[in-house]
């Protein structure tokens, strides 16, 4: 992986991480054109830059993290608890999983529900929570298992999340922040699992490559949050859901 890989790559998880289309998605497809094999340690930096752009979310977020809002994050962790699980006991097959077309099915999938979640599933948004420390735990528990399907690559954690969170009667914009605090505890867990499994196989070479795309993630994450979030205000998801299955039909155009 060169120095150029590593800042297209980063460019690309900061910018899809918090949006609902697939980080992971976008990040294998971007391997493909750049001639980048899916081995362990390209993994493994995929895994480490997605954590970069997590920490994005600590800066813009640094009320929430203290120990004042210990009930929210009681709530974090519980939505986090069924991705975990399910995530420790079956990881070696959802490795399997990472396909083009799977990417490309899933991403038509993720579409077409946000374009029906939009029409059909959202009520008056008068009486959506818009505060995400009101949510319940029962809410919260939702969202988790909704979080599970973002195990298929292609589907996008956050659009899971986000999807579910809707589902449970939270606004577009706490279903967003939602969103990005849930996902501190499950990258630091991915993060942690694969540095340990797969430190050995950095060199010198790696460690710098690998700087340059947390470093470039990091800051691209910084402004995506902060732009989706205005969007938000405006906007739905539609926009999200129609690219998707345009994104999904040239992917299978593309490769098959």
Known sequence: MTIFDSITLGIIEGFTEFLPISSTGHLIVASEFLGLEQSNINKAYEVIIQFAAILAVVLNYKEKFTIKKIDLWIKVFLAFIPIGAVGFI???????????????????????????????????????????????????????????????????????TIIGALLVGLSRKASAEFSFLLAFPVMSAVTAYDLLKHYKDFSDTNLITLGVGFVVSFFVAYLTIKIFLKFLEKFTFVAFGIYRIVFGIILLILFN
Do not use: C, H, W, Y
């Open 90 to 160: 079956f990881s070696s097959q959802i490795k399997e999983l990472f396909s083009i077309e799977i990417v490309a099915i899933m991403f038509i999938i993720g579409g077409v529900i946000f374009l029906l979640v939009e029409k059909f599933f959202i009520p008056n948004e008068i009486n959506l929570i818009d505060d995400i420390e009101k949510i319940t735990l029962k809410q919260s528990m939702v969202i988790g298992f909704a979080q599970i399907f973002a195990l298929i690559p292609g589907t996008s954690r956050a659009g899971s």
